[in-house]
């Protein structure tokens, strides 16, 4: 093989890689942007759509937290699983509370230890938050059709599949 061709397809074959790479990069770049954005807007959205049950995002938070544990759970279970401070629980939990849709109740093996249990308020809330939730995602959906959605879904289960193990709410 002669030197001169070697050397000369190098440069092209590298700056065909980096001309690449930059290409992915920005591809990435738009696409981490564009989630950002849709997400600012699903949340104003979810707004918009609990501002009439009375209930804040973080308060549903709460409620789908407690709804989906398997027994009530602790106060300090809670801050963990919301990824917050103990006292901002317990400001949540006092506001939920106070409109009757959770109730601290002992826990039997430990008189020092308060579970949260939703009340039967709280459960047909959780269920209208369910579809203000499913109101302000077809507000963001409604331009895409069936198979369109059907494509995000999968798209975004894959990602979602590669990401590692968390706590859902």
């Not at 959770?102 to 047909?124: F, K, M, N, Q, Y």
């Amino acid at each position: 093989m002669d030197p001169r061709t070697t050397t000369a397809t190098e440069p092209v074959t590298d700056a065909a890689a980096d001309s690449a790479a930059e290409s992915a990069a920005e591809t990435t770049g738009r696409l981490a942007d564009q989630l950002l954005q849709l997400t600012k807007r699903l949340h104003r959205a979810q707004r918009r759509h609990l501002e009439p049950l009375g209930i804040t995002p973080a308060q549903s938070r709460l409620l789908r937290t407690v709804a989906h544990s398997e027994e009530p759970p602790r106060m300090a279970d809670l801050a963990q699983r919301l990824d917050v401070v103990p006292r901002a629980v317990t400001t949540l939990v006092d506001a939920l509370e106070a409109h009757d849709l959770v109730r601290r109740i002992p826990d039997p093996a430990s008189r020092r230890v308060i579970r949260i249990e939703l009340t039967e308020a709280g459960g047909a809330t959780l269920h209208r938050l369910r579809l203000a939730r499913r109101a302000a995602a077809e507000d963001l959906l409604a331009p895409l059709d069936t198979p369109q959605r059907e494509a995000l879904t999968a798209l975004l289960a894959a990602l979602d599949a590669a990401a590692p193990p968390r706590q859902r709410c």
